[in-house]
């Protein structure tokens, strides 16, 4: 820790100016983008247990079925309005400051396109416009990533499972930590009933957000005008997560930009993920640029 203290800080001891993070790039419409800051995570497995062994289902009248006690436990987790019932989980949501909200609205935000891209004719719950914005940069959420028991191979075999697992991940906005989450979801499982429930912490991240106003920003936005000649979208949180907390909080206080080289059809963690040898090359240029606009 001391290290990374000293490494983070300028040889008078003042904390550095600010970090370029690695990841970001263009919209849906070819616009580059500046993010100053990342959602956290909160990443469990949910374990439940039965019986000692996987039985034959015809014993099912009798015996208990993990798969079913963990989908009930998972029931109580968020309801079909998408709202997250866990008690006091909104408790540490914030609201956007003006300068915050001014950022937001800003957003281009593309409804008819994403919703042909993923093959849906709506939104969660029908939101859409601001209020669909708000959502996706500022609010939490908590989906089940995965789901495993019995037999899932080709054909049938008649079991009853002794295990179920289920992988879940919250992302977490500026307050609420991964630490509270932890916290509250024992509680909730417990209050519901579900204390056989096991919770296995796998990871997570605080949220990070930088200052928008700060010099480094500013610095940014005129690398961007200086490289692709255009006014860069401004995003509040990235979607995504990932450790930017360690520098914008933890140890030094330091502003971070998310200003990377991918594209809308980048498709980060899916077969063929991909980028653009021009994309490669400008982000090198804006790179540059960046540190030519800090200088002055």
Known sequence: MEKHQTWLHKPDGRPLDGCLWEFGGFDEKNRFTLTMGVKGICYV??????????????????????????TWALNTIKDEHEKITIEGY??????????????????PFEEAELKTKWGISEFVTGVTSFDAVKRLYFQPTA????????????????????????????????????????????????????????????????????????????????????????????VLLSPGSGPMYTLTDFIGGVPAVCAGIAHADTRIHSPNENSSLQNYYDGMRYIGALIDEFAR
Do not use: M
């Open 90 to 107: 909104y408790d540490h949501v914030r609201a956007l400051t003006p300068a915050e909200e001014d950022v937001l609205r800003s957003v």
């Open 45 to 70: 497995e949910l374990h439940a247990k039965g019986v000692s062994h996987d039985l034959h289902s015809s014993l099912a009248a009798i015996a208990p079925n993990a798969a079913w006690r963990l």
């Open 143 to 234: 989906t089940i990533c995965g789901l495993t028991s019995g037999w899932q191979g080709t054909g049938t075999k008649t079991v009853l499972p002794a295990t179920a697992l289920a992988k879940v991940d919250f992302r977490l906005v500026p307050n609420l930590t991964p630490e509270i989450v932890i916290d509250l979801l024992r509680k909730h499982l417990d209050q519901h009933g579900f204390s056989d429930i096991e919770i296995k912490l796998l990871g997570g991240y605080r949220s990070a957000l930088s200052d928008v106003n700060s010099p480094f920003v500013k610095a940014a936005e005129r690398a961007a005008k200086t490289t692709y000649h255009q006014d860069p979208v401004k």
